[in-house]
């Protein structure tokens, strides 16, 4: 590249471009763009409109649709499976996402310091490793650690504990919180390093004199790293709340919503009425509600952490 | 920075104690899958004679030379893809700036955060008319298309912070618009394409839903829908199902160890851009 030697015309470059080449230029840019759009046009765009219509129909799949207007979505409020889902979603947030965001905070300003060198190293290593393998592992992997003779009631009988240990997942009072550790384990160690990263770029020199003016570990948790973290929580919040209520892998496997409903999302609700029950209608419903919740929840949190970003 | 010694002592306490969190269940999997196959031993016990046989067993019988080279088929055909067209659509949108590119951008970022759930059932319905439905590319074609929001979203937020001057500067140089994308942006835009790579190799691998609803046979599926197919078989053996699960999580532990660095920032980078 010679064009550092005449760097007068590059300034006028822009402005006596023939505008043939200019129209060449939009061609050559939507031909670009074309592949990405036909595949996402095909996929994802006609499929998310066919769910919507599809929430509308009475179908089996097979035979003939009628149109039901709204009744699929009132179906989904008065069936207490269905609607069930959607608290159980909820529920799963707060294990899913408000734990490990909040345990992350405290864990990350409390090792900040120490997790240097080669300590530092392994334990980010270590910590991220739930976050590569497959959910569907994860599932495997705790709901044998949570089976009657797994290694969670052994660790209880330990320590004289014996009397709380039960098959965790197939209790109904247990099943759910059994299923939010699975979440926990999976998404803590991601949320500490990435918060990890954001305490350590905050300024030493603003801990320090708070230390000098006397402040406690608390008093620097809440009135620096939290504030100071705005951006890195917001951004732990969007992804741990979109595991949460899109949650399907680690459920299906472990309990596969049960025992009863006491564990079923709408991810597994919609694959359950869709491909075994055939209920496409209801199904298609449930689907809609999911993805306007999604969005619901997660558009404040976005525009929380932007605008404090900017 | 000099740090007390009970708060250093504090800190790494905590740190151990995490990592053992973090570690216990893999151990608990691995005593687990070396006692006699059918019984159901404790959580965390050393075996009286170590099966070492089960994992040969679970090998066999998960066909796990199919699984691997059907997940790294699906691999090689949706990452390479997926790379090529989100890298064109990212420089079209982002650097180009056609006319329609917000439009096209907000297009794309509506799909960021639409649960896959969301529309399996028309996936479906879909692939059974296009035919393709039973076959690895009933994952292939959805794979790429979810992923497109992400990717172009991400490639554009790179070639949107290039500076002008360089493209300007090739322009003097009479380069033509496919020289300005081949021979100056895509080799400056390695990072974000590695980045990018990484990421979807990961997700592809580990896609779970489109494999339990798209393809039936578990040896056209990824090595995460193969599991799920496994755990089906294997409910009551316990060993067993502990050594598949090992062997099925070993290429992901290889890979992850010797590339954990980038890895984790990759995950890390998408987390934030996303």
Not at chain 2, 103 to 131: K, S
Not at chain 2, 134 to 158: D, E, G, K, Q
Request: aromatic share 12%.
């Amino acid at each position: 590249m010679n064009a550092d030697n005449r760097p007068a015309a590059v300034n006028t470059s822009r402005r006596i471009l023939p505008s043939g080449r200019i129209r060449r230029e939009i061609i050559f840019g939507w031909l670009f763009v074309l592949p990405a759009l036909i595949i996402y046009v095909v996929f994802v765009i006609v499929p998310f409109l066919s769910t919507i219509r599809y929430s509308f129909f009475k179908w089996n799949g097979v035979g003939p649709a009628t149109w039901v207007g709204l009744k699929n979505y009132m179906t989904i409020f008065q069936v207490p499976n269905l609607i069930g889902t959607i608290i159980n979603a909820f529920w799963l947030v707060v294990w899913f996402s408000f734990i490990p965001v909040g345990m992350g905070l405290i864990v990350a300003s409390v090792i900040h310091r120490v997790a240097t060198g080669r300590l530092g190293t392994v334990s980010r290593t270590v910590l991220f490793l739930p976050q590569v393998i497959p959910l569907v592992a994860a599932g495997i992997i705790w709901g044998w650690l949570l089976a009657l003779p797994g290694l969670i009631n052994q660790v209880l009988k330990a320590l004289g504990l014996g009397a709380l240990s039960r098959a965790w997942l197939g209790d109904f009072g247990t099943a759910l919180p059994a299923v939010g550790v699975v979440g926990i384990w999976v998404l803590l160690g991601f949320c500490i390093v990435l918060l990890l990263t954001g305490v350590t770029k905050i300024d030493p020199a603003l801990f320090e004199s708070a230390r000098i003016d006397g402040a406690g570990w608390l008093r620097e948790f809440v009135t620096i790293t939290v504030p100071l973290l705005r951006y890195e929580i917001g951004v732990c919040l969007t992804v741990t709340v979109v595991a949460a209520l899109a949650a399907f892998d680690i459920i299906w496997v472990t309990t596969a919503g049960g025992p009863g409903n006491s564990t079923s999302v709408p991810g597994v609700q919609i694959y359950i009425q869709g491909f075994t029950q055939r209920a496409i209608g209801p199904a298609s419903a449930l689907a809609v509600m999911l993805m306007i919740l999604v969005v619901l929840v997660i558009i404040p949190i976005q525009w929380l952490t932007r605008e404090s970003a900017k | 920075m000099k740090v007390a010694r009970g708060e250093r002592w504090a800190g790494q306490t905590l740190l151990v104690v995490l990592m053992a969190f973090t570690i216990l269940p893999f151990i608990s999997i691995f005593l687990t899958a070396l006692h006699p196959s059918g019984t159901v031993p404790g959580g965390l016990e050393w075996p009286a004679h170590p099966q070492w046989i089960n994992f040969v067993t679970a090998w066999n019988q998960a066909e796990m030379p199919k699984l691997l080279a059907s997940s790294i088929f699906i691999v090689l055909a949706v990452v390479p893809v997926s790379l090529v067209i989100s890298t064109m659509a990212g420089f079209a949108i982002g650097l180009l700036r056609i006319p329609g590119s917000r439009v096209l951008l907000f297009l794309f970022v509506f799909g960021l955060t639409l649960p896959f759930a969301g529309i399996i059932i028309p996936i479906y319905f879909l692939e059974r008319t296009l035919g393709i439905y039973n076959t690895r590319l009933a994952i292939v074609l959805p794979l790429i298309a979810l992923y497109m929001p992400f990717a172009v979203f991400w490639m554009r937020a790179h070639f949107v912070n290039m500076p002008a001057e360089i493209s300007e500067a090739a322009r003097v140089d009479g380069a033509t618009t496919w020289d300005l994308f081949w021979t100056i942006h895509v080799p400056l835009a390695r990072p974000p394409i590695t980045s990018l790579g990484i990421l979807m190799s990961i997700w592809t691998w580990n896609q779970f839903l489109l494999c339990l609803v798209l393809v039936e046979d578990p040896t056209q599926r990824t090595m995460a829908g193969a599991l799920g197919a496994f755990q089906g078989h294997y409910a009551n053996d316990v060993p067993l199902l502990c050594a598949g699960t090992i062997l099925i999580l070993v290429p992901t532990l290889v890979v992850f160890i010797l590339f954990q660095r980038q890895i984790i920032a990759a995950l890390l980078q998408g987390a934030v851009k996303g």
